[in-house]
């Protein structure tokens, strides 16, 4: 990512040998990024070339990253592809350098794939169940710290730079949610590590005769403590919808799904809430860009903008292409099964309510699984469960 601490090499050579990890050959500064500083460093050690990501945390603490770093330990022993922190003499994964905590991992192979056919979702599907399978005997623990705890502190934060049919359609979600959460079933979700922010740019490809090779999860730094499934509806709301407009994908679900459940198949309480989940990671989605690219930063500017220029804001903050909606677009809700016309053009009968909702430019809509196999349907869900659609750069899911 963008390196906001210089490092010079001697210091970095240091860092290196300490961890006995070979004599520094090259070491380059990483573009671009929002939050830490990243080098790529490359050693020689007994006739042999190696590559590492030397990372300075400009955000995260001495205190906060032995977890993140120790989940990844705990993952990289047990076979799941990911940076391995290396480890100094005393086993310390964390050390001070230029005054700030500071890493090293290994390398990753390979490169982000940012238009994922439903072969790279199922290579994703798979490796996630292997991870939370891997992860459940890890011994430390945190709480997803962009969880329902962290929405209910945003929400009342953001409300006021919103439109406002944004905020009462995000009030309404938040309602919804913690609805959710109070229920038996919810509590009953298998839980343990998860990745928390699994989208495509933080999963490594390699093609290997035209199939794609998983290299790779990286950035852990939002992981915590959750329900399983709220990972696996983070990964659907990203993978599996196409970023030029909004729709959902669902040869590349069902791919994903199926993958998934070949190695850790859901239980009746995860089947039952993956629509309400979906929603769930569509809000932890849109919240989370208002609050890292708006706020705090630029809260006071943006005091006194109009709707419209917020919504231009928002719109170049996250590049997905806003669909213009006719003037007379309103808000309608059905709660009953019958047919009705669903947001992709399909029809039949669905059990999960339907909203398309306008909000300034932005639409956000849930569409349900047809009860007749149509197209949308996710594969092992019992009928009528729906599919959350991030669509252009506004919070998925309706009214409940």
């Known amino acids: 990512m963008a390196v906001y601490t210089e490092v010079s090499r001697q210091e ?34 007994d006739g042999q070339s190696h590559d590492y990501v030397l990372t300075l945390f400009e955000r995260l603490t001495f205190e906060q990253l032995p977890f993140y770093l120790r989940l990844m330990k705990h993952l990289a022993v047990h076979g799941i592809a990911v940076p391995e922190p290396m480890a100094d003499r005393d086993g310390d994964l964390v050390f001070k350098l230029k005054d700030k905590p500071a890493a090293v991992v290994n390398k990753l192979r390979g490169s982000s794939e940012l238009q994922p056919t439903p ?53 309404s979600e938040l309602a919804y949610q913690n609805h959710t959460a109070a ?14 922010d699994l989208f495509r740019d933080n999963v490594m490809f390699e093609s290997t005769s035209g199939t794609p090779e998983l290299t790779g999860f990286f950035d852990f730094y939002f992981a915590g403590v959750d ?7 983070v990964c659907l709301n990203d ?6 407009t909004g729709q959902h994908q669902a040869e590349r679900a069902r791919s994903f799904l199926r993958a998934y459940q070949a190695v850790r198949p859901l239980s009746a ?9 979906l929603r769930a990671g569509a809000l ?46 309103t808000h309608e809700t059905q709660t009953r099964p019958g047919p009705h016309r669903l947001p992709l053009g ?55």
């Open 346 to 400: 399909q029809t039949g009968r669905s059990n999960v309510f339907q909203t398309t909702y306008c909000a300034g430019r932005h639409v956000f809509h849930v569409h349900g699984a047809d009860d007749t196999g149509q197209p949308g349907a996710l594969p092992g869900l019992a009928a009528g469960h729906g599919v959350a659609t991030r669509h252009n750069a506004g919070l998925d899911g309706g009214h409940p």
């Open 119 to 171: 072969a790279h979702c199922a290579a994703v599907g798979a490796m996630l169940a292997r991870m939370h399978l891997a992860g459940r005997d890890f011994s430390m623990t945190q709480p997803n710290l962009r969880g329902l705890d962290w929405w209910n502190q945003t929400v009342p934060v953001v409300l006021p730079h919103l439109e406002a049919a944004q905020a009462a359609l995000l009030k």
């Open 183 to 196: 229920s038996s079933a919810y509590a009953a979700l298998p839980r343990g590590p998860i990745h928390a």
């Open 227 to 233: 329900a399983f499934i709220f990972d696996i509806a």
């Open 239 to 244: 993978w599996c919808v196409d970023l030029g």
């Open 12 to 45: 970095a050579s240091d860092l290196l040998q300490a961890l006995k990890l070979g004599q520094l050959t090259h070491m380059q500064g990483c573009s671009g990024g929002i939050e830490n500083t990243n080098y790529f460093v490359s050693t020689e050690l």
């Open 269 to 277: 309480e995860e089947r039952a809430l993956l629509p309400a989940m």
């Open 284 to 329: 932890r989605f849109w919240l989370s860009r208002l609050w890292d690219a708006i706020l705090p930063r630029e809260a006071s500017m943006l005091k006194g903008t109009t709707p419209a220029s917020l919504s231009a804001y928002c719109a170049s903050v996250w590049p997905i292409r806003l669909t213009p909606l006719p003037a007379s677009t």
